[in-house]
């Protein structure tokens, strides 16, 4: 069973920091891309990062570039997202998302974790 | 960047009702068009993936269609438990955007 769990949420000051993990099991992480999908309260889905499986490909949405950094280690079986220079706007649960074979779609999500950037 | 049209915003209907919401691409994106339910308080889930695939172990109630820029998604027969957000998301150029979203409620 492919089981997805985010940590690393909580509160912090604008222009603070955090970085969020993803311990993934139940497949070969090794062998596929990972992403990080977020949805502010009450709002919709939006996508925020994307790494390949080698972490050879990296991808951000416009509205993180240059503030997050998103990284994986294949031997812990784990994925990450530095936050930097964190913003109001940046409060949202994270979703960790298993990328498909093919990159086109994300068949598996963990639960999420909660960011709240608030003074 | 691709812009995703979902519609309606919100949609109310019966148990045994036929629903159908659309996604329109602001340009071609192939098949690259998938569909996801979320409850509330949940992740999302994946329901249809590459515009008509259905995901496995999702009722057959469910279905997609469309290829280019216009896309349909149908639940057949409503059920209670049903209720849920749906999104549209398309994949193009390794980037990847929602749609709006539609909540579906019970009338």
Redesign the interface.
Known sequence: EVQLVESGGGLVKPGGSLRLSCVASGFTFSSYSMNWVRQAPGKGLEWVSSISSSSSYIYYADSVKGRFTISRDNAKNSLYLQMNSLRAEDTAVYYCAKGAFNMHYFDFWGQGTLVTVSS | ?IQMTQSPSSLSASVGDRVTITCQASQDISN?L?W?Q?KPG?????LI??ASNL?TGVPSRFSGSGSGTDFTFTISSLQPEDIATY?C?Q?DN????????TKLEIK
Do not use: H, M, S, V
């Open positions: 960047d690259y998938n996801y979320q949940k992740a999302p889930n994946l993936y590459d995901e999104y998301q994949f390794r980037l990847y955007t929602f749609g709006q979203g």
